[in-house]
């Protein structure tokens, strides 16, 4: 829950998306090693013992680094050697606190000097978390009745729980936790094929850190979800027609299907649930709502877990009938991106609340005007205008900073 918020609230709002997308890139990569790890200790006799004691390794330096940290604020402040990246999460604290001027100093020194143009994005920066914090005082503090009853800050929580939702039912654990089963049923090695999907499911997250600040995060979801979709249908359907058990061919082609699954997750709902979750809520409440997102995706996770070796058993779904359940949320996802999900590229953090000033969500998402002059767009590889619900609300932040 920490990892993404700390980064969206210290990125600049051009590279946000990237830098929260490193948490899922970390992710990945653990996953990748711990499939190549199983791979070399496949027929040592403690191969077990060494996969499991190689987890308690990465424990330790997590251990160690967390010890590192220093306890306050104004601790971090005063270490002259930390990184200025680092400092810029206290900004919005020394708002909070009445230091205008050291949060001042901060930005200048982040945004790369005092004078010129850099020193008037550490101002119209700082303006804005102002505004914001002062808005939010003048309101009181988040409360859970809040987050659940206010009507702006409940389609927030929507969108996030529901982003994580599709996220887990998509059903990106089925692979990663039962693909030497479901290789197995397919009549491919198992435990190789697993790692060829864990080293596609790395890489493909590069692709999200270097597109998402550029075609931004509901593009990629709404395209990641029809490679998912088609990729899970078609192997569900080849899976039911053809006994791919003594069909080496068709086994290879489904497994290539698999690895397309993966490849579209990887680049669209693996980091950009994440993205979203992290930067749509507004900065008193973003601590308790974040933690409700966070709880709906671990309890996607443990359901996907309990219920998946139930379900692959051949006389309830199978392989087959699980990937076209599979595919059915892919479609349900889609569609929920489509008409819930407001495109926040480019925008501050204190600015996003503009998107949820309107009295419903067809207004926030103008989901056919997204379709024909920014999905079209960028799938005929043009840079489309800005759809009109995201200029007025870069308008807006423009116009607060310039006051």
């Not at 994005?121 to 206010?150: H, P, T, Y």
């Not at 998509?170 to 692979?175: D, R």
């Not at 080849?238 to 058990?245: E, K, Q």
Request: aromatic share 10%.
């Amino acid at each position: 829950m920490v990892v993404p918020l700390f980064n969206a609230e210290i990125s600049p709002k051009q590279l946000r998306g990237r830098l929260v997308s490193l948490q899922q890139l970390s992710i990945t990569f653990g996953i990748m090693i711990s499939f190549l790890v199983n791979v070399a200790v496949e027929n040592l006799e403690i191969g077990w013992r060494i996969s499991l004691g190689l987890q308690s390794v990465f424990s330790i330096v997590l251990v160690v680094g967390m010890l590192t940290l220093p306890e306050s604020p104004s601790q971090i402040l005063s270490n002259k050697k930390l990184t200025l990246k680092v400092i810029l999460r206290l900004v919005r604290w020394l708002v909070k606190n009445g230091e205008i001027g050291k949060a001042l100093s901060v930005l200048q020194r982040l945004r790369g000097g005092v004078d010129g143009q850099n020193a008037n994005v550490a101002q119209e920066e700082l303006d804005e978390i102002v505004d914001n914090i002062e808005d939010e005082k003048s309101i009181g503090e988040g409360s859970w009745r809040e987050i659940f009853c206010a009507p702006d800050v409940t389609k927030r929580v929507i969108i996030g729980c529901g982003c994580q939702f599709f996220q887990q039912f998509s059903g990106i654990n089925v692979v990663m936790y039962y693909s030497p089963i479901i290789f197995e049923h397919v009549g491919v090695p198992p435990l190789i094929s697993t790692a060829v999907v864990g080293v596609i499911n790395f890489l493909s997250t590069f692709i999200a850190i270097y597109v998402i600040d550029k075609i931004g995060r509901k593009f990629l979801m709404l395209i990641g979800a029809l490679g998912m979709i088609i990729s899970l249908f078609v192997a569900g359907a080849l899976i039911y027609t053809v006994d791919v058990s003594t069909n080496t061919a068709v086994g290879i082609v489904v497994v290539v299907l698999i690895c397309l699954y993966v490849n579209s997750f990887a680049y669209s709902w693996g980091p950009c649930a994440w993205v979203v979750a992290s930067e749509i809520y507004p900065l008193r409440l973003r601590g308790k709502a974040v933690s409700v997102t966070t709880f709906t995706n671990w309890v996607g996770v443990f359901i996907v877990a309990q219920i998946t070796p139930l379900l692959l058993e051949p006389t309830v779904l199978n392989v087959q009938g699980l990937f076209i359940v599979m595919g059915v949320f892919c479609v349900a996802a889609f569609f929920f991106v489509l008409i819930l999900v407001p495109e926040t590229k480019g925008i501050s953090l204190e600015a996003i609340g503009n998107l949820f000033q309107r009295s419903s969500w067809l207004e926030i998402t103008q989901p056919m005007r997204y379709l024909r002059e920014e999905f079209l767009a960028y799938l005929c590889c043009r840079t489309p205008q800005k759809p009109p619900i995201v200029r007025k609300a870069v308008e807006a932040e423009q116009a607060t900073a310039a006051v």
